[in-house]
């Protein structure tokens, strides 16, 4: 069986000395653009980037493109087409107490 050995940090730096940090800039314009969707469309709640190997590739950038689901009702969205790729369940969105008066 391998053993992981971790690389000098000293080491590792010195290898990368001249190099250009591409991805940094790019993590922070895709991590911008997924928080301008950070709510469900149908029920309001948190949505959470879910990869799906079928959709993460496409386009021209260097990282791999997420799709969005409802922590709640199971709503998936594709953010970058605005696509809905399924509809989650209303079963699972919280419905409000109403008072005994409005019943």
């Known amino acids: 069986m391998a053993v992981f050995k971790e690389l000098d940090p000293e080491l590792h730096l010195k290898l990368i000395e001249g190099y ?8 922070r314009t895709q991590n911008a653009f997924y928080q301008a969707h950070r709510k469900c469309k149908r029920c309001g709640n948190g949505m959470v ?8 590739w496409g386009g021209e950038g260097l990282l791999p493109k997420a799709l969005l689901r409802c922590q709640e009702c199971g709503f998936l969205l594709e953010p970058e087409t605005g696509v809905v790729l399924n509809t989650g369940s209303a079963a699972k ?11």
């Open 93 to 103: 969105i919280p419905q409000p107490i109403l008072p005994e008066w409005k019943r």
């Open 20 to 27: 250009v940090d591409e991805l940094t800039p790019e993590t």
């Open 49 to 56: 980037r879910e990869f799906d190997p079928r959709v993460a």
